[in-house]
T-cell receptor
Framework: GEDVEQSLFLSVREGDSSVINCTYTDSSSTYLYWYKQEPGAGLQLLTYIFSNMDMKQDQRLTVLLNKKDKHLSLRIADTQTGDSAIYFCAESIGPGNTGKLIFGQGTTLQVKP | EPEVTQTPSHQVTQMGQEVILRCVPISNHLYFYWYRQILGQKVEFLVSFYNNEISEKSEIFDDQFSVERPDGSNFTLKIRSTKLEDSAMYFC??????????FGPGTRLTVT
């Protein structure tokens, strides 16, 4: 079946790196995404990785994909208080990149000054 | 930068009433979606829409739900007879033929 799991909570100090982990079950996933949700707001697309890639870096964000273990991680370097939010991992199910998204339950990142 | 918009931002309705949630997807996008997020729970897929028809729907999307693209810009979700358990944040999303999925800010539906 389709399932995405994340740890629920992560607390870090400002300036440290944050690593948010995610596991998924569907091996046919083509794209995997990270979305950010600030309190009371919608889902903001942060970054994504195509399933045939191992790593993608985008400024302070690094996405690592271990397809064998179906494990995805998001590393935020030099975490700032403005990074405090809920981070959702999602996999795209369906042909190409046109299918529905299956979300994890979200990881709340708390950044302490 | 183009964005998905949704109205209203918050809708309060009584149980049994019909509600229509409205979305304006990004103009050149071809795929449209509705998701919902019950407070404290996962974001759940409801329905996808392409080429003026439903392409996939989840078990949640029963006969009480319907979607429509009444004109070239709007995409609506109708709930015919709301239940308490329909209270949630409803997100609309859209994407190009093969591109990233962009979400609107959501409509918070409260059924009393």
């Amino acid at each position: 079946g389709e399932d995405v799991e994340q740890s629920l909570f992560l607390s870090v100090r400002e300036g440290d790196s944050s690593v948010i982990n995610c596991t998924y079950t569907d091996s046919s996933s083509t794209y995997l995404y990270w979305y950010k949700q600030e309190p009371g707001a919608g889902l903001q697309l942060l970054t994504y990785i195509f399933s045939n890639m191992d790593m993608k870096q985008d400024q302070r964000l690094t996405v690592l994909l271990n397809k064998k273990d179906k494990h995805l991680s998001l590393r935020i370097a030099d975490t700032q208080t403005g990074d405090s939010a809920i981070y959702f991992c999602a996999e795209s199910i369906g042909p190409g990149n046109t299918g529905k998204l299956i979300f994890g339950q979200g990881t709340t990142l708390q950044v302490k000054p | 930068e183009p964005e998905v918009t949704q109205t209203p931002s918050h809708q309060v309705t009584q149980m049994g009433q019909e509600v229509i949630l409205r979305c304006v997807p990004i103009s050149n996008h071809l795929y449209f979606y509705w998701y919902r997020q019950i407070l404290g729970q996962k974001v759940e897929f409801l329905v996808s829409f392409y080429n003026n028809e439903i392409s996939e729907k989840s078990e949640i999307f029963d006969d009480q739900f319907s979607v429509e693209r009444p004109d070239g810009s709007n995409f609506t979700l109708k709930i015919r007879s709301t239940k308490l358990e329909d209270s949630a944040m409803y997100f609309c999303a859209s994407r190009e033929l093969a591109g990233d999925e962009y979400f609107g800010p959501g409509t918070r539906l409260t059924v009393t």
